[in-house]
């Protein structure tokens, strides 16, 4: 049971440091290309003023929603997200 531990450990670090990702409690943003961690800030700051936005108009969000998902693809559109339930893509 011990060395079925240690291999998910070993397989989490192991992912987590083939895609650097910036979390905060609200967003889960992965770097998928070469944007700058100013780049990626001002895609948080972006990411909260339609937060904000979308709380104003409906109240606040479940806490089970978040953390939100975000891929950081270079050349990428903004792409489905799969009825709400998969990752948000820009």
């Not at 998910?8 to 979390?23: E, G, H, M």
Request: hydrophobic content about 45%.
């Amino acid at each position: 049971m011990r060395a079925l531990g240690v291999f998910t450990f070993l397989l989490v670090s192991a992912c987590a440091a083939i895609q650097p990702s910036y979390r905060d409690e609200r967003f889960l943003i992965f770097n998928h290309g070469v944007f700058t961690s100013d780049e990626i800030q001002r895609v948080r700051a972006q990411l909260e003023v339609g937060t904000k936005a979308l709380e104003k108009y409906i109240g606040p969000a479940p806490a089970r929603k978040f953390p939100v998902v975000v891929n950081l693809w270079p050349g990428r559109g903004v792409s489905h997200s799969h009825h709400g339930q998969g990752a948000i893509e820009l």
